[in-house]
């Protein structure tokens, strides 16, 4: 059992990030605080992407004479993709935290609702 | 050619801001422009597909396994057609209906916003890449969420940034699906995979894979469990905004959902191997009935619509998970439908907003009298959604409804009626107020709306009348779409 854990580390390191990330973006009240563990919960992600192109006893995918074996240069390439869509989503969801402590004056989802409650 | 269908989009997002620096009322010509030059171009290529077979753009002519591929075939044929019709709709609709919503300083990057969101789909249609497709849901998403948080109601900006919590799991969790399915079999274009995947079908990797993408997508499609971010997000936007993304955001995810579950996988693996299509069966049988319970107890006219769109999804995977040929042709045909009938009633919803400035229904007492074309065309889209005979809501649901006979899933037809006629009960509320109720609203001198938004609210409706009465259109292409899922 142990065993089973040490050799996929890897794979263990984004559940448990993963787990966490969610666990934050249920449970925590602050809207910032959420957007936090929603790049938590990406992140987790992109290393399950990085760690699956790691090919044993490979090494970095440059071409060299005397090397014949490499990792996979293509989940990398892809994660590349997939950080730039995190960063935007992490811009635009900032951009409306500002929005909303503009309008409704904090950013505690529970005093937003309360706030929304009383307008209807 | 196929390339210029996501390229004209994408040029124009990237145009609209600076000619915009110089004069702000070339972004909505520009936007026109394009969602006239992509329907032509759509036009052209459906024409090209019937006659010649798929239509396939190699991206710096790299060869399928290695470079992007784009592909039209039957299936997103019908789909590109309803979308780009109902963006030209929802264009000239927002001229007036923007101006009156939003400042007049940001219509420039609304406009830029929305030919992003244009091009998303259209990626999610074209695109024969399964990375592809993710960038593209992402690019939709990110520009949907921007354009919802626009909304003159402050609740606008929670409903958008819940939209963006869920539909960034619902996205992480399709990249997950992606990254197991590219681990099991090194490829990512979707007919290599679909050819290498049979071989690994017994292994844990592929069904959790498999799993993760369905769920990804169920929430992108709003499908009922999932569907919490919808109502708030189509009730807050701008109205112009609020119809686009009914008309279009969950159709192409079904869209999505189709080519995952049968053009990635197989019809096999999705009923045999695992009992996916079973538990989308029983899903869509809760999400036609709850989307219509829910409808019911709603005030607001936009969010009636929105939880009815709920039930409609319902609908959609309903067919989706019968799999047989008239459940397929009744599903296709449904996203076809049901894109045209919303974008009509949110359109009408909108107007009465920006004329009345509410828009409870319990405060429409008497419309009907004072806005006759607009609650004319409210009555024709509202008889389709129930699926009254010679509207085009009938033709899709009595093609489900012979799929589930077929198939002998008997359950299913009570379950049709019930929500036909619930459907019913909440559409008559609205027509009840517009017409029969004596009081007549005496404070608001409200006239007609706009020609420029009484235009696409009249071709929507009326197309609804126009493919009940003469339905082969939709029904020839959905024949065709529906033979090749099933692999004929």
């Known amino acids: 059992m142990i065993e089973f854990v040490i ?78 869509v995190s960063i935007s989503t992490t811009a635009v969801a900032l951009a409306i935290i500002i929005m909303i402590q503009k309008k409704f004056g904090n950013i505690e989802e529970d005093k937003i609702l309360e706030i929304m409650k009383k307008d209807d | 050619m196929i390339v210029y269908i996501v390229l004209i989009p994408l040029l124009t997002a990237l145009i609209t801001p600076i000619l915009g620096m110089f004069n702000k009322k070339t972004s909505f010509y520009l936007a ?54 109902v963006f030209i709709f929802s264009v000239i609709y927002s001229k007036k209906s923007l101006e009156e919503e939003v400042e007049n300083k940001r219509l420039t990057l609304m ?55 869920l539909g960034t799991i619902g996205a992480t969790f399709i990249l997950i699906g992606i990254g197991y399915i590219f681990m099991a079999t090194g490829s990512l274009n979707m007919y290599d995979i679909k050819l290498r995947l049979p071989a690994v079908y017994s292994s844990k990797m592929v069904r959790t894979g498999f799993a993760f993408l369905t769920l990804g997508l169920c929430l992108k499609l709003a499908l ?66 709850s989307g219509s319970f ?10 009636m619509l929105a939880y009815s769109s709920v039930g409609q999804i319902g609908y959609i995977s309903l067919g989706l998970s019968i799999a047989n040929l008239n459940s ?16 009509s009633l949110f359109f009408i919803a909108g107007g009465i907003f920006i004329k009345y400035g509410y828009e409870n229904i319990n405060e429409l007492k008497g419309i009907g009298r004072k806005m006759p074309y607009t609650m004319f065309f409210f009555l024709l889209s509202s008889m389709s959604l129930v699926g009254i005979p010679f509207t085009s809501g009938f033709i899709s649901k009595w093609y489900l409804i012979l799929g589930a006979l077929e198939q002998s899933y008997y359950l299913v037809i009570p379950v049709i009626i019930i929500s036909s006629s619930l459907s019913f009960i909440y559409l008559w509320r609205v027509i009840e107020m517009a017409y029969f109720d004596k009081k007549e609203d005496t404070m608001h001198d409200v006239k007609e709306v706009p020609l420029s938004m009484l235009v696409p609210i009249g071709f929507s409706s009326l197309l609804c009348v126009f493919f009940g009465i003469y339905p082969k259109l939709p029904i020839s292409l959905a024949e065709q779409a529906a033979n090749i899922i099933l692999g004929k």
């Not at chain 2, 991206?59 to 019709?85: C, K, M, Q, T």
């Not at chain 2, 249609?125 to 593209?136: A, H, S």
């Not at chain 2, 397929?328 to 974008?343: A, D, P, R, T």
Request: glycine share 6%; charged share 10%; aromatic share 16%.
């Open chain 2, 294 to 303: 829910l409808a019911i107890s709603q005030k607001n006219l936009k969010k």
């Open chain 2, 111 to 165: 406009y830029t916003m929305i030919n992003l969101y244009y091009t998303g789909i259209l990626g999610i249609t074209i695109t024969g890449d399964i990375f592809n497709l993710y960038v593209f849901i992402e690019i939709t998403s990110l520009s949907a969420y921007t354009l919802i948080a626009m909304g003159k109601n402050k609740k606008a900006l929670m409903a958008s940034y819940n939209y963006l919590i």
């Open chain 2, 224 to 289: 009922f469990p999932l569907h919490t971010w919808l109502p708030n997000a189509y009730t807050y936007a701008p109205s112009a905004i609020g119809a686009l993304l009914a008309g279009t955001g969950t159709k192409v995810s079904a869209y999505a959902l189709i080519r995952i579950l049968y053009s990635v996988f197989t019809l096999e693996f999705d009923s045999k191997i695992i009992p996916f299509n079973f538990i989308l069966l029983i899903l869509s049988c809760v999400a036609i009935i």
């Open chain 1, 7 to 84: 050799i996929k580390y890897n794979y263990w390191i984004s559940i448990v990030l993963m787990m966490i990330g969610m666990y934050g973006m249920i449970a925590k009240k602050n809207l910032i605080k959420k957007i936090i563990s929603m790049n938590i919960f990406q992140v987790s992600v992109f290393l399950f992407y990085i760690s699956m192109g790691k090919v044993k006893g490979g090494t970095a995918p440059i071409y060299l004479p005397d090397v014949t074996l490499y990792d996979n240069p293509i989940p990398h390439v892809l994660i590349l993709t997939a950080i730039v």
């Open chain 2, 328 to 343: 397929l042709q009744g599903s296709i045909i449904h996203i076809f439908n049901h894109s045209l009938m919303k974008v």
């Open chain 2, 32 to 85: 026109l422009l394009n969602a006239f030059a992509t329907f032509f171009i759509v036009i052209l290529t459906i024409k090209k597909v019937y006659i010649y077979g798929p239509e396939k753009y190699w991206f710096g002519g790299f060869e399928p396994p290695y470079g992007i591929e784009y592909v039209v075939d039957s299936i997103n044929a019908i789909i590109l057609f309803i979308i780009s019709l």
